[in-house]
């Protein structure tokens, strides 16, 4: 298994562009996060999915946002009309499922920046 | 206030020293991570604890559920183990993982 992938690596886009991420985790994993992180800070929470229900979105997540995992496999991160707050790293993690504590596995994240 | 916190937020260190980061939280958790992040954005877990103590080559991780506080420690300190170190926490209620703002560690020959 090459371990949870994310493309593309890097995105620079102008401002009001729609950009998607992808992310591929562990197959087999059911749990799937998406994270946004920024210069000098923690992870912050965006999403989850268990297969290919999304159970919880975070309020950072506004109406640009959304994210998809429709077959229980990989993930879709779509942000409509990109602000230039948005450039951040992207950060999308897998584990089976996170309540008997299993390791979790990150990606490389997806560098957004927004000119 | 943060539901999870570390300290230090930056650490510098000569090869060698024994190094210490500390994690505090305040929610109910399943279980706790630290994490490394390099330069680059790649995290990698290092441990994951749910009681007591692991031992990993160099790195050692404890945690007091009793207290909810998590410690990390570098024996013999080397310029690679220059990074940034992260605690998370799996939350026992919401089920997702909560991360603290990260230590950035510098080690010097």
């Known amino acids: 298994d090459t371990g949870v992938s994310q493309d593309p690596r890097h995105k620079i886009t102008k401002r009001g562009q729609n950009v998607t991420f992808r992310c591929d985790p562990i197959?087999?994993?059911?749990?799937l996060y998406w994270y946004r992180q920024t210069l000098g800070q923690g992870p912050e929470f965006l999403t989850y999915?268990?297969?290919?229900?999304?159970?919880?979105k975070s309020r950072l997540l506004s109406d640009r946002f959304s994210a998809e995992r429709p077959k229980g496999s990989f993930s879709t991160l779509e942000i409509q009309r990109t602000e230039q707050g948005d450039s951040a790293m992207y950060l999308c993690?897998?584990?089976?499922?996170?309540?008997?504590?299993?390791?979790?596995?990150f990606g490389e994240g997806s560098w957004l920046t927004v000119v | 206030k943060n539901e999870v916190e570390q300290s230090p937020q930056n650490l510098t260190a000569q090869e060698g020293e024994f190094i210490t980061i500390n994690c505090s939280y305040s929610?109910?958790?399943?279980?706790l991570h630290w994490l490394q992040q390099h330069p680059g954005g790649g995290i990698v877990s290092l441990f994951m604890?749910?009681?007591g103590k692991k031992k990993h080559g160099r790195l050692i991780a404890t945690i007091n559920i009793q207290e909810k506080h998590s410690s990390l420690h570098i024996t013999a300190s080397h310029p690679r183990d220059s990074a940034v170190y992260i605690c998370?926490?799996?939350?026992?209620?919401?089920?997702?993982?909560?991360f603290g703002t990260g230590t950035r560690l510098q080690v010097f020959p």
């Open positions: 993690a897998s584990s089976l499922r996170a309540n008997s504590g299993n390791t979790i596995y």
């Open positions: 197959s087999e994993h059911n749990r």
């Open positions: 999915f268990q297969n290919e229900a999304q159970l919880e």
């Open positions: 929610v109910g958790i399943s279980a």
């Open positions: 604890l749910s009681s």
């Open positions: 998370a926490v799996l939350s026992y209620n919401t089920d997702k993982l909560i």
